[in-house]
């Protein structure tokens, strides 16, 4: 059961978003994932601790980066099984001074296709479109 700040935020992040099968990625020092899909009208998730620990993060003005990949009705390839593969909208934020901050296209290319240990580049995952993150409205989160 999420607390009421996280239903707020995860309202706040959801609300421009379209699709209704997303997976957040949390790197707070460690990476934690969830899965977030629409269901019956309403958001299922399926790990709570990892909107509540983004939304402890935000609240307590540490940093962090924020990743949504969202699946699309598109269909990227189909593997040799048979099995179509969707393509997957990819957009992020930087969690800091209580904000979250988007990144744009590029930015988001860069950190996906970018080799951390070396700084070489890396090919892009197959069916992954890089786009600019929404600004995302946090008023009603710091009112409660």
């Known amino acids: 059961m999420l607390?009421?700040?996280a239903r707020i935020l995860l309202s706040a992040l959801l609300r421009d978003l379209p699709g209704r099968h997303h997976i957040l990625t949390l790197h707070t020092g460690h990476t934690m994932s969830t899965t977030i899909a629409l269901r019956h009208g309403a958001w299922?998730?399926?790990?709570?601790?990892?909107?509540?620990?983004l939304t402890t993060t935000l609240a307590g003005g540490r940093t962090a980066a924020l990743i949504m990949r969202?699946?699309?009705d598109r269909i990227s390839h189909?593997?040799?099984?048979g099995v179509d593969i969707p393509v997957k909208v990819v957009r992020g934020w930087r969690v800091a001074a209580h904000t979250l901050v988007p990144l744009d296209e590029a930015e988001m290319f860069d950190a996906h296709c970018t080799d951390a240990a070396s700084g070489e580049p890396l090919p892009p995952e197959l069916g992954v479109e890089f786009t600019a993150a929404p600004p995302i409205d946090l008023a009603d989160f710091h009112t409660h």
């Not at 299922?44 to 620990?53: L, N, S, T």
């Open 3 to 5: 607390t009421s700040r």
């Open 44 to 53: 299922d998730i399926g790990h709570p601790p990892v909107v509540e620990r």
């Open 70 to 72: 969202t699946f699309t």
């Open 78 to 81: 189909t593997l040799p099984n």
